[in-house]
């Protein structure tokens, strides 16, 4: 099976793909929080595509103790998906 691809098409691909590493070394040697509050990533991504995202369970939520805990979002989740809505807009 081959699959034609162009050179722009490829550039941006290859790009999302090396800054997504990028953002999970930075994640995994500490410079960088894995999750995010609810409201940090409503600012970062909109409240309306998180929401949306995680009303699709395309995103999962998590909360780390009963009542009044903040709600924590994984950054990596966020970040594919995000990016995922950027690329379906070129292919």
Same mark, same amino acid.
Request: net charge positive.
């Given at each position: 099976?081959?699959? /034609?691809?162009?050179?722009?098409?490829?550039?941006?691909?290859?790009?999302? #793909?090396?800054?997504?590493? #990028?953002? @999970? #070394?930075? $994640?995994?040697? !500490?410079?960088?929080?894995?999750?995010?509050?609810?409201?940090?990533?409503? *600012?970062?991504?909109?409240?309306?595509?998180?929401? =949306? +995202?995680? /009303?699709? !369970? =395309?995103? $999962?939520?998590?909360?780390?103790?009963?009542?009044? #805990?903040? +709600? %924590?979002?994984? %950054?990596?989740?966020? /970040?594919?998906? @995000? %990016?995922?809505?950027?690329?379906? *807009?070129? =292919?």
């Amino acid at each position: 099976m081959n699959i /034609e691809i162009s050179s722009f098409h490829l550039e941006l691909l290859l790009q999302h #793909a090396s800054e997504m590493g #990028a953002l @999970c #070394a930075l $994640t995994k040697v !500490g410079k960088v929080k894995p999750y995010l509050k609810k409201s940090e990533a409503f *600012r970062i991504y909109g409240r309306a595509n998180v929401e =949306l +995202w995680i /009303e699709r !369970g =395309l995103i $999962t939520p998590r909360k780390d103790g009963s009542d009044s #805990a903040a +709600w %924590r979002i994984d %950054r990596m989740e966020l /970040e594919a998906i @995000c %990016r995922a809505k950027i690329l379906l *807009r070129y =292919l």
